[in-house]
C-alpha cells in the first residue's frame, strides 16, 4: 500500500494530532480542477504533489460535468430543502423536493442504464449527489429506492422486470424499497420462503413505508433468493429512531405469495448489494461531516470570548484542524470504494466514514457549546445522524471483526 501524507496536517504532529488512514485504505486524491480556487482536495493550498506519489490511474478527477452536477443540486437544495418539515411529514420526506431533483437534475435516472430510461452514468455521480444530500441531512429515496432497491434489481439482472420496474425508479414516481434485515441488523435475513410463499419480518426497510415496489431478500435454511411482492398483500409499520431524518419501516409476511427474481447466485447479489450500500453511505457521511466542520468553523469566527473569536484560540484551531483531516482522509477512502466498488473498500470506507462522522459531529457538538444540543440547532441533527448511519447496514464493529478474521 502506498502511504499518503496530507502537507501540513499529519507531518510533524504528534500525539492525538496525528491522524493516519486505516491501513487499507489505498491512499486516494480527489481532485477539483475548479481554477478559481486552485484548491486541490487533500491539500493544503499550494502543496506540491511529489509529497504524494500516486499513479495517475489512483486519482479520481472531477469533470467539468461532474462540478456542475454538484452545483446545479446545491442549488436546488439551497433555494428549496427544507429538513424540518420533511421530517414531520406523512412520507418522512419532501414530495415536492423529490419531484424537483428528479425533473429538473434527474438525481434518481443517473445510475441505471439508458435502456431502462436511466441516464446511465457512472457511481462517482451518484457519489457526488449523495454527498451533497448528506451536506443538508435532506430526507429523500435516494438512498433507499434509487441505491439499495434499483442496484439490487439490476444485480439481479432479470430484463422484463428491469424493464417494467426501472422506469418508475428512474422518473421518480415509484419508489422502490429492499426488505432484507431482520430484528438483529442486516447480517440476518428476516425473511423466510417456502416456494412462492414468504413468512416473518423484514426490519429496518429504507422507504418501506411509501414503496409502492418492494423486492424482498428471503431465506430457506442456507438458500437465498429474491422475490417482488405486492405491497397490498403485506402490514407496514413506521418506526422511528433517533435519527429524526431518516425513516425506517417494519414490513411484515404472514404467507404472502410473491413472485420469484431469477438469478444464478442470490448471495453474490446480496453481498454486491451490501458493497454498493456502503459506498454510497459514505459519500453521505462525508457530506454531512463536511458540513459540521463548516458549521463549526463559521461559529467560531462569531461567537467572541474574552474580547475575540474563540475560533483564534490555538486549541481550538488544533481540534479544527483534526476535523479537518478527518473530513479528508474519510472522502478519500469514500472515494476509493466508489472508485472500485471492492467489497474490502467499501467496508473500509464504511468503517472509516462512519467513525470519522461520528468523531467530527462530536467536536461540533463541544465547539458549539450548550447551543448545539437545543431543538432549535442543527448540530444535533448532525450528531443523531451520525450515530444513527454508523449502524446501517451493519456497525463498524462487525466489519472490523471480519477485517481480523481475514488478518
Same mark, same amino acid.
Not at 436511466?118 to 441505491?147: N, Q, R, Y
Not at 484542524?321 to 478519500?332: G, H, I, K, P, Q
Given at each position: ?94 414530495a415536492d423536493l423529490w419531484r424537483r431533483l428528479c425533473d429538473q437534475i434527474g438525481i434518481a435516472a443517473l445510475a ?78 428476516? !425473511?423466510?420462503?417456502?416456494?412462492? %410463499?414468504?413468512?416473518? &419480518? @423484514? ?6 413505508? #411509501? =414503496? $409502492? ?55 453474490? !447479489?446480496?453481498?454486491?448489494?451490501? %458493497?454498493?450500500?456502503? &459506498? @454510497? ?6 457530506? #454531512? =461531516? $463536511? ?55 467499501a467496508a473500509v470506507a464504511k468503517v472509516y466514514c462512519s467513525e470519522a462522522f461520528s468523531q467530527v459531529a462530536a ?45
Amino acid at each position: 500500500m502506498r502511504r499518503c501524507h496530507l502537507p501540513g496536517l499529519t507531518e510533524g504532529l504528534a500525539g492525538a494530532r496525528r491522524h493516519r488512514l486505516h491501513r487499507r485504505i489505498r491512499s486516494v486524491v480527489v481532485v477539483d480542477q475548479d481554477s478559481r480556487s486552485g484548491h486541490r482536495l487533500g491539500y493544503t493550498n499550494g502543496a506540491s504533489s511529489t509529497h504524494c506519489r500516486i499513479a495517475a490511474s489512483d486519482i479520481v478527477i472531477l469533470s467539468a460535468e461532474q462540478r456542475d452536477l454538484a452545483s446545479s443540486v446545491r442549488a436546488l437544495l439551497a433555494k428549496h430543502a427544507n429538513v424540518r418539515r420533511a421530517m414531520v411529514s406523512d412520507s418522512g420526506y419532501d414530495a415536492d423536493l423529490w419531484r424537483r431533483l428528479c425533473d429538473q437534475i434527474g438525481i434518481a435516472a443517473l445510475a441505471i442504464p439508458e435502456e431502462f430510461d436511466g441516464i446511465g452514468a457512472g457511481a462517482v455521480e451518484s457519489h457526488v449527489v449523495l454527498e451533497e444530500l448528506g451536506k443538508l441531512l435532506v430526507p429523500t429515496p435516494m438512498l433507499g429506492s434509487v441505491v439499495l432497491a434499483a442496484q439490487a434489481l439490476l444485480a439481479i439482472g432479470d430484463t422484463d422486470t428491469n424493464s417494467r420496474l426501472l422506469p418508475g425508479i428512474a422518473d421518480g414516481t415509484s419508489i422502490a424499497a429492499l426488505c432484507w434485515a431482520g430484528a438483529s441488523g442486516w447480517d440476518e435475513i428476516g !425473511v423466510s420462503f417456502d416456494g412462492d %410463499t414468504l413468512t416473518g &419480518a @423484514a426490519h429496518y426497510v429504507l422507504d418501506g413505508s #411509501a =414503496a $409502492d415496489v418492494l423486492i424482498v431478500v428471503a431465506h430457506h435454511g442456507n438458500d437465498v433468493a429474491f422475490f417482488e411482492i405486492d405491497p397490498a398483500t403485506v402490514t407496514r409499520r413506521e418506526v422511528r429512531t433517533m435519527d429524526p431524518t431518516r425513516r425506517f419501516a417494519v414490513v411484515e409476511f404472514d404467507a404472502v405469495t410473491g413472485r420469484r427474481l431469477p438469478t444464478e447466485d442470490a448471495a453474490a !447479489v446480496l453481498n454486491r448489494v451490501r %458493497t454498493i450500500a456502503c &459506498a @454510497a453511505l459514505a459519500a453521505e457521511q462525508v457530506g #454531512a =461531516a $463536511d458540513r459540521c466542520l463548516a458549521m463549526t468553523v463559521e461559529y467560531t469566527k462569531s461567537r467572541v470570548q474574552f474580547g475575540r473569536p474563540i475560533g483564534s484560540f490555538q486549541a481550538l484551531k488544533h481540534r479544527m484542524a483534526d476535523m479537518f483531516a478527518l473530513v479528508e482522509t474519510a472522502r478519500s477512502a469514500s472515494y476509493a470504494a466508489t472508485n472500485s466498488l471492492a467489497a474490502d473498500d467499501a467496508a473500509v470506507a464504511k468503517v472509516y466514514c462512519s467513525e470519522a462522522f461520528s468523531q467530527v459531529a462530536a467536536e461540533s457538538i463541544q465547539l458549539h457549546g450548550g447551543i448545539a444540543i437545543t431543538w432549535e440547532h442543527d448540530a444535533q441533527l448532525y450528531f443523531k445522524r451520525a450515530h444513527g448511519s454508523a449502524q446501517l447496514f451493519g456497525s463498524p464493529e462487525t466489519y472490523i471483526r471480519r477485517f481480523a478474521q481475514l488478518a
